[in-house]
């Protein structure tokens, strides 16, 4: 039987540092909905030019385009145990549409780990973040710093704040996070499958969280 985890959490929580954490202890595929989007801005394709419209205003990427790509995503052959789902669903439609795939072939969403903190805890924490261009593996100046200035420890790559983690559209994202993804938080504790997690601990201490809320 195929795995499923989903993280919920604000922007700025972690859930992308622990999800490839998570995804090289596991052995699942990292599925991110925001490294999907970047990746098409970068290839300049059309749905990256869409999506990016609504990127650079905080605002979320209409439901119709994301389920599809997501669709797309967990249909290849390296989602065939499962997945780790970063970033989606972030809307009560993407929640139904995820259930809807999963079902037609026999599999659920088996635990939903929701990190949590603080809007202030997230601003610092977004705007002290830095993304590597080859692989989005993800740094902060003061809590997480790569050992070179600029340069990502693990490929090498250049170092870069993405357009939206400027203080505006942050404070923005945390807006639309609580009026449009939030409501997931019950959607998932009524059905039993919520976990929630301080993520305002140290990152080896929110893997071992994550960890131990996986196995049960
Ligand atoms: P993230 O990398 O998860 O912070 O996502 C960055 C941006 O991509 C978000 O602010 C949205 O504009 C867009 N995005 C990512 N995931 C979704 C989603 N599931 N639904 C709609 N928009 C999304």
């Given at each position: 039987?195929?795995?499923?985890?989903?993280?919920?959490?604000?922007?700025?929580?972690?859930?992308?540092?622990?999800?490839?954490?998570?995804?090289?202890?596991?052995?699942?595929?990292?599925?991110?909905s925001g490294d999907l989007f970047r990746e098409n801005i970068k290839n300049l394709t059309e749905l990256?030019?869409?999506?990016?419209?609504?990127?650079?205003?905080?605002?979320?990427?209409?439901?119709?385009?994301?389920?599809?790509?997501?669709?797309?995503?967990?249909?290849?052959?390296d989602c065939e145990a499962g997945a780790i789902l970063d970033g989606f669903p972030r809307t009560p439609a993407q929640a139904n549409a995820l259930k809807k795939m999963l079902a037609s072939i026999n599999g659920d969403v088996n635990v939903v780990p929701f990190i949590t903190a603080e809007p202030a805890t997230l601003i610092e924490r977004v705007s002290g973040r830095w993304t590597c261009r080859a692989q989005g593996h993800i740094y902060h100046q003061k809590f997480n710093p790569p050992k070179v200035a600029g340069k990502c420890d693990i490929d090498g790559s250049e170092l870069y704040q993405r357009d939206d983690d400027k203080a505006e559209t942050v404070a923005r994202r945390i807006n639309v996070y609580l009026e449009q993804t939030s409501p997931l938080v019950d959607y998932y504790r009524t059905q039993r499958k919520l976990v929630e997690i301080d993520g305002t601990q140290p990152i080896e201490k929110v893997t071992v969280a994550l960890l131990s809320a996986i196995k049960n």
């Open positions: 039987m195929a795995t499923y985890i989903v993280l919920l959490g604000p922007p700025g929580v972690g859930k992308g540092t622990q999800a490839k954490i998570l995804a090289e202890k596991t052995g699942l595929v990292h599925v991110s990256g030019k869409l999506a990016k419209s609504f990127m650079d205003k905080g605002e979320l990427v209409p439901d119709d385009v994301t389920i599809a790509m997501i669709k797309d995503r967990l249909a290849r052959p």
